[in-house]
């Protein structure tokens, strides 16, 4: 029987029933019609949905043809009780309502509403009526016949939409629902252009496009960009009451869409939180529609609803077809039922109870991963001062507001261009007048034209000029310039440049990130034998706490977006990645620094090293007790390399003379004269870099100005990397002078003896200390945060986990501070605690904080123990000095590797002093989880290390496996090729220069407890009272609630009830009324008592 003669039986029922009320009704069926577009009403889930629908003894099912739809009167559609139409491209919805006007049947979705949502503006209303959180947003309407007029003011890094100002990132959304071509612009300081969303094509959803202004014809709506974690929550009603979540990873992001093995777009179940529910059944009844889907972003501990699509079902879920169905068709019995007579009850459903796995053994939990990271390799910084008195630059630094605090900044392209064009003004003056009246001196001002046109568009990134008011003019001259006779007020102009991340530096990061992923638990299923794809299952089921934060330098933005990549296996543009990801820590001294207001030890510390390596002699005894009073052997080393500072100077002069004339001679050489360098520099460029060193270095009184000798080992250190090619002479000996002279001056920049030390971090780094308490404090107390739906999480190993990842990027100075810190400050006794006496034994012998230097600190939970006792919560504390130098491998000194066993079990060692005892000790813990060969076939991963493949399960070779693990070593140890990325040996892009590779961690202690910690950053933190007030103020601005931790967009409140917000009373301890939490793990901690070390990644069939 076809479906039109359906619709005559169910008019002749009717019409029975209207002549007879007296019939028996039990014949009666409830019709339910599905009025859509074929595409629609034959997918698979309204398939999946109307056979689950059927088995409701009174329900009837009837789908109307589209050929119907599209060309017969609405008199002659088939008849239905029950109407579920919904409108996509190219459905007749005026026909929709005419008919429902007719035939009067319940409507599962409000036809008249369907109109509003195919507007954006008018969806944006109802949002906004409802009172449903959204993004701040301002709409601009434009006459098709004249595109011109309308209210719309462009800036280099805003818009003004109807006086409302929009800074970059913002967001520009055709106002027409069915138009997917959203666009997101970026700003100049994250390196511009704009991300294009679309309707998923094949695997892109989205691609990245240099261009930064927005589009000219139609109308849009503008709003702000919201900083989520990289994931979209898409939520899909069924009433009001039931509401399915799921995320999947931001269009926005790099455009590449994640599919799983059958080409699926890979989703993940997320559990709303109340809030949220709420919302989805405000959005659901202000629209009418009982079946509707929209879009949720979670940013700043908020949600806001972005989009709503009206009608949709989530595709692929088995559970969400049963319970659909059922929600559906207890609705339409409940309605129609009672009306027709049909016998029927609400069934009463038991719960559904969530599965909740045990613990078992004493794994323990991972709890909290924190890391403080150096920046990766980068360009020499360079600088130049001049002192400048044309009313030009006064009226310049009057303009930007200079004058509050005598000092001023200048990092905008705009700002840039206007110091760039009273440069060029003033030059064009000197051109003509010789004789006027201008005093800033030619040369600089040509240096000052030459670095800011350099890379031909301005981007914050890599270049700044400061400026600060002078009351009397400049105090004494340096050695950059004569004394100038005049007096009065003048401006010293600073500027900056250099110091960007290379493409090497971002390999590094990248590869890192990488590599890190292997720190987390996880990785089964399809992921066995894969380490690392646990964080990236545990990210994407929100069950990752993960934020980044970043000092407001462009090297370190760009480090920290890289790293986000590699750790989260993102692709494309880094532009993308550092917008959505990366919250920029500048306004409160986290991760920044002012170089420029060194405290007084700092000073005094400085002219102290500068006096002793000022004397023209060798270092005698006295000298040693006065540079090294810690004793330290890289120092002593240093030292010895050196014997009299004064002559090691000498030849560092005359190296640099040597190498200067060099490159003069190779500049008049044709063949070499155009040569391009690492990183587009010219020979050119690379003289003016060399000469400006050769005449700082030595001043007009024939002494040396040690504070050069940083910049001097930097640049040399950067062209024997990237430049080795030139193969200039005696540059390996320049190397190794500048090496020692530096490995003296800039460790004790940071203080000679210890209390100096101290004293020179806490200024530093009492922020940050405070900062990382409270992560460790919180990380098990808001169990609130995101969580998966138990049910959802088989296959997921422990739904209630959460993992919290804190992960700062920084300077040198930073780092340097922090780990002055940890040696200085009183963690531990060494006298009483063997394994922290061979961590400081070890860390005295580092020489250099090298690129990439990481500080990792992790937080384990034993969910066997007491709640209450100290020995619930495990604190484990590592290090890496970074990338490889130019010749480190003969005398870099060696930790004990990454996570070895505890130092409880030191009964059993034969010996501490070396690792191959060390490693004697556990063959079969290491490789416990199943026979050694079976590992080594089954890990495509693990291959020997000369590929350069992830070194986690073993550093041996498989014919050695049964000794076990010479060390745990976590991370890489070659990085040209990792099995992921493909090979780039010898020259890669930019004629690259062989990347250099990260040492691997190195544990530093790992049985501490959660209470030594925290009592020991407390006595840090409180030590140093001048510095309190200032990390109030700094935590303080950090988690006001009206300030936003992004870098982009200042108007964003953040919630009081934020997990960034909650700073506890110092007076509550800590380890008191943990919450235990039902999970486990699969890597514990390196515990005695599971005598596991290393990670423990089950490979098992």
């Not at 990027?809 to 780092?815: G, I, M």
Request: hydrophobic share 35%.
């Amino acid at each position: 029987m076809g479906q039109t003669d359906a619709g005559m039986k169910n008019e002749m029922f009717r019409e029975e029933e209207m002549d007879d009320d007296d019939e028996s009704p039990s014949e009666r069926q409830i019709v339910v019609g599905i009025c859509a577009m074929t595409k629609k009403s034959k997918s698979k889930p309204m398939t999946q949905i109307l056979e689950r629908l059927c088995k409701f003894d009174y329900i009837d099912m009837v789908i109307f043809p589209e050929e119907v739809i599209l060309e017969e009167p609405v008199e002659k559609w088939p008849l239905c009780d029950c109407l579920i139409s919904f409108h996509s491209k190219g459905f007749p919805l005026d026909k929709a309502v005419e008919y429902a006007k007719l035939r009067n049947p319940l409507l599962i979705n409000d036809l008249n509403m369907q109109y509003f949502i195919q507007d954006r503006r008018e969806v944006y209303r109802i949002l906004q009526e409802e009172g449903i959180d959204l993004p701040r947003y301002a709409v601009l309407n434009r006459d098709p016949d004249n595109p011109e007029e309308c209210n719309l003011v462009e800036g280099e890094d805003q818009v003004e939409v109807n006086g409302e100002v929009f800074h970059k990132p913002f967001v520009e959304k055709p106002v027409c629902a069915e138009d997917h071509n959203v666009y997101i612009y970026y700003p100049t300081s994250a390196g511009g252009g704009s991300q294009r969303l679309f309707r998923k094509i094949g695997s892109r959803s989205s691609v990245y496009s240099p261009e930064s202004s927005v589009r000219k014809t139609g109308s849009y709506i503008y709003e702000e960009f919201m900083p989520t974690d990289g994931t979209d929550v898409k939520v899909y009603t069924v009433g009001p009451d039931y509401a399915h979540a799921e995320a999947r990873k931001s269009p926005a992001l790099d455009g590449k869409v994640e599919r799983d093995s059958e080409g699926k777009e890979i989703r993940y179940p997320v559990m709303l939180t109340a809030m949220e529910k709420l919302v989805a059944r405000k959005v659901c009844l202000a629209f009418k529609q009982t079946v509707c889907g929209f879009d949720l972003l979670r940013a700043n501990g908020h949600s806001f609803v972005c989009d709503v699509n009206g009608f949709s079902f989530v595709k692929n879920s088995m559970k969400y077809y049963d319970d659909c169905a059922k929600v559906l068709g207890n609705m339409v019995m409940r309605e129609l039922a009672p009306q027709l007579h049909i016998p029927w009850s609400i069934p009463m459903e038991a719960e559904d109870i969530p599965i909740v796995p045990t613990t078992s053994g004493t794994m323990m939990e991972l709890r909290c991963v924190i890391a403080i990271i150096r920046h990766g390799d980068r360009t020499p910084k360079q600088k130049m001062k001049m002192e400048v008195r044309h009313p030009l630059f006064f009226e310049l630094f009057e303009k930007y507001g200079g004058y509050k605090t005598g000092k001023l900044k200048l990092k905008k392209p705009k700002q840039l261009q206007e110091v760039l064009d009273i440069a060029r003004l003033l030059l064009v003056e000197l051109g003509q007048h010789t004789d006027c009246e201008i005093e800033e001196k030619k040369s600089k001002l040509e240096q000052l034209k030459t670095v800011l046109e350099m890379y031909g568009h301005f981007s914050g990134i890599n270049r700044k000029v400061q400026l600060t008011y002078l009351r009397n003019g400049k105090p004494k001259a340096s050695s950059e310039e004569e004394d100038s006779k005049k007096d009065g007020p003048s401006l010293l102009l600073v500027l900056k440049w250099g110091g960007e991340l290379t493409p090497a530096g971002r390999v590094q990061a990248e590869e890192l990130g990488r590599a890190f992923r292997c720190m987390y638990p996880g990785g089964q299923g399809d992921y066995a034998g894969f380490p690392g794809c646990g964080l990236l299952r545990l990210h994407s089921t929100y069950r990752h706490d993960l934020k980044i934060y970043a000092s407001d330098e462009g090297r370190v933005q760009m480090t920290a977006a890289a790293f986000a990549k590699g750790l989260l296996a993102l692709e494309g543009e880094l532009t993308p990645i550092l917008v959505q990801m990366v919250k920029s820590a500048n306004m409160n001294g986290l991760l920044d620094s002012d170089s420029d207001s060194l405290t007084d030890c700092q000073q005094k510390v400085k002219a102290r090293l500068h006096e002793i390596m000022q004397k023209d002699q060798d270092f005698t005894e006295e000298d040693y007790q006065k540079l090294a009073p810690t004793g330290s052997p890289s120092l002593v080393n240093s030292m010895k390399v050196i014997e009299n500072p004064v002559k090691t100077c000498d030849k560092v002069y005359a190296l640099i003379q040597s190498l200067t004339s060099q490159i003069r001679k190779r500049l008049e050489d044709p063949k070499s004269a155009d040569l391009q360098l690492y990183h587009s520099e010219t020979l050119e460029l690379m003289l003016q870099r060399w000469s400006k060193l050769e005449r700082d270095f030595r001043m007009k009184n024939g002494r040396y100005d040690i504070s050069k000798i940083p910049d001097i080992y930097d640049c040399i250190k950067y062209d024997l990397q990237h430049n080795a090619s030139l193969d200039l002479e005696d540059t390996r000996e320049l190397f190794r002078l500048s090496r020692a002279l530096a490995d003296i001056v800039i460790p004790q920049e940071y203080g000679i003896n210890r209390a100096e030390k101290l004293d020179i971090a806490q200024a530093y780094c009492v922020p940050l200390m405070k900062k990382i308490q409270l992560d460790l404090q919180r990380t098990h107390e808001d169990e609130a945060v995101n969580k998966l739906h138990p049910l959802y999480s088989r296959g997921v190993m422990s739904p209630g986990r959460h993992v919290r990842t804190r992960l700062y990027f920084t300077s040198e100075s930073h780092v340097h501070s922090l780990l002055s810190i940890f040696r200085y400050g009183g963690l531990l006794n060494e006298e009483k605690d063997q394994q922290w006496k061979q961590a400081m034994d070890y860390l005295s012998a580092v020489t250099e904080l090298n690129y990439m230097t990481q500080i990792v600190i992790m937080l384990y939970e034993d969910n066997n123990k007491d709640p209450s006792s100290e020995e619930r919560f495990h604190v484990e504390l590592h290090f890496s000095p970074g990338v490889k130098g130019c010749e480190d491998e003969e005398t870099i000194p060696l930790g004990f590797g990454f996570r070895p066993a505890s130092s409880e079990n030191e009964d059993k060692k034969p010996n501490q002093g070396s690792l191959e005892d060390l490693s004697q000790d556990e063959p079969d813990q290491a490789l416990q989880i199943s026979d050694p060969i079976n590992i080594q076939r089954r890990s495509p991963m693990i291959r020997n290390r000369k590929t350069g493949s992830m070194e986690v399960l073993s550093e041996t070779s498989p014919t050695h496996s049964t000794k076990g693990c010479t060390s745990h070593r976590l991370f890489i140890s070659c990085s040209r090729q990792s099995p992921e990325i493909k090979p780039a040996s010898g020259l890669g892009f930019e004629g690259c220069s062989m990347v250099p590779s990260i040492y691997p961690l190195e544990t530093l202690h790992n049985s501490l407890s959660l209470k030594q910690v925290d009592e020991f950053l407390n006595s840090v933190c409180e030590s140093n009272s001048e510095v309190q007030a200032k990390t109030m103020k700094a935590l303080s601005g950090l988690f006001a609630s009206q300030s936003q931790i992004s870098l982009y967009s200042p108007q964003q409140p953040l919630s009081s009830s934020g997990s960034e917000a909650s700073l506890r009373p110092p007076s509550q301890p800590l380890w008191h009324g943990s919450i235990p939490s039902s999970a486990v793990s699969s890597a514990g901690p390196s515990s005695p008592i599971t005598e596991s070390s290393g990670l423990n990644f089950s490979f098992s069939e």
